[in-house]
């Protein structure tokens, strides 16, 4: 072969192997209201926020670490994933450092038309006692599931 066909041949195969690489790796985020409801609920009595998360999908529903509150109630990204609307103040989320986590074991995956439970602690917005007391309080919390890939 000609040293111009090999040089076209080789770039080709790079193409291809470049689009299929990036094709397994592909996920799309779902769509809040077509794809899941978040529902954000007050419990005083356990000085908690309740959150669900339902697929209305029929694929499965991945989210990362960060995305969902740990067991104790702490989320990562403070305000920026759950903010408080209490008395006309917004009041962030205690930042909470997760870590780092890489692969597939880092994702929660919710299951097609199943629901994903969880909750924000009070004691997250600093005055727990407050919150139990005021009865219009709103958490609003960020969440990003995507289709999972690869499963």
């Given at each position: 072969?000609?040293?111009?066909?090999?040089?076209?041949?080789?770039?080709?195969?790079?193409?291809?192997?470049?689009?299929?690489?990036?094709?397994?790796?592909?996920?799309?985020?779902?769509?809040?209201?077509?794809?899941?409801?978040?529902?954000v609920?007050?419990?005083?009595?356990?000085?908690?926020?309740?959150?669900?998360?339902?697929?209305?999908?029929?694929?499965?529903?991945?989210?990362?670490?960060?995305?969902?509150?740990?067991?104790?109630?702490?989320?990562?990204?403070?305000?920026?994933?759950?903010?408080?609307?209490l008395?006309?103040?917004?009041?962030?989320?205690?930042?909470?450092?997760?870590?780092?986590?890489?692969?597939?074991?880092?994702?929660?995956?919710?299951?097609?038309?199943?629901?994903?439970?969880?909750?924000?602690?009070?004691k997250?917005?600093?005055?727990?006692?407050?919150?139990r007391?005021?009865?219009?309080?709103?958490?609003?919390?960020?969440?990003?599931?995507?289709?999972?890939?690869?499963?």
């Amino acid at each position: 072969m000609t040293h111009w066909r090999l040089t076209i041949l080789a770039a080709a195969v790079v193409s291809c192997v470049s689009c299929a690489g990036s094709r397994a790796q592909q996920t799309s985020t779902a769509i809040a209201d077509r794809d899941y409801i978040l529902t954000v609920k007050p419990n005083d009595a356990a000085s908690r926020f309740d959150l669900a998360l339902s697929s209305r999908s029929p694929k499965q529903l991945c989210l990362s670490v960060d995305d969902w509150p740990n067991s104790l109630g702490q989320v990562t990204g403070g305000g920026g994933r759950a903010l408080l609307k209490l008395n006309g103040q917004d009041i962030p989320a205690t930042e909470t450092n997760f870590g780092y986590c890489v692969g597939k074991t880092c994702q929660t995956v919710l299951q097609p038309k199943k629901v994903l439970t969880g909750s924000v602690n009070y004691k997250e917005f600093k005055d727990p006692q407050t919150l139990r007391d005021t009865s219009s309080k709103t958490l609003q919390y960020q969440v990003h599931p995507y289709f999972c890939s690869g499963r």
